[in-house]
């Protein structure tokens, strides 16, 4: 998968320096996939949650962080549209942001 907007998340590890390396490790596994359908996603990540709008959020570092994401199956991107801490999280609707 082509994931957009890597900047965001190099922001957000540079701010929380926790996050960097299971941040890191997402990128890599994401990149290395090739998902066609939510299916697949959660037999990767099978803690994740889908949203409308075809989002999926990822729990990062033991639920500490985590990260809204919009996947585009028939295109093989996965945009970034979130990434903070829990607290930070639900103070969004990940459905919208």
């Not at 997402?26 to 409308?52: E, N």
């Amino acid at each position: 998968m082509q994931i957009i907007a890597k900047r965001t998340l190099r922001l957000f590890w540079e701010k929380h320096p926790r996050a960097e390396a299971p941040l890191r490790a997402w990128f890599a596994t994401v990149s290395a996939a090739q998902w066609k359908a939510p299916a697949d996603v959660r037999a990767q990540f099978g803690s994740a949650d889908f949203v409308a709008d075809s989002r999926v959020i990822f729990d990062i570092a033991g639920n500490n962080f985590r990260l809204v994401a919009h996947v585009s199956y028939g295109f093989g991107r996965v945009l970034v549209k979130f990434v903070g801490t829990h607290a930070e999280y639900d103070k969004i609707d990940a459905g919208t942001v």
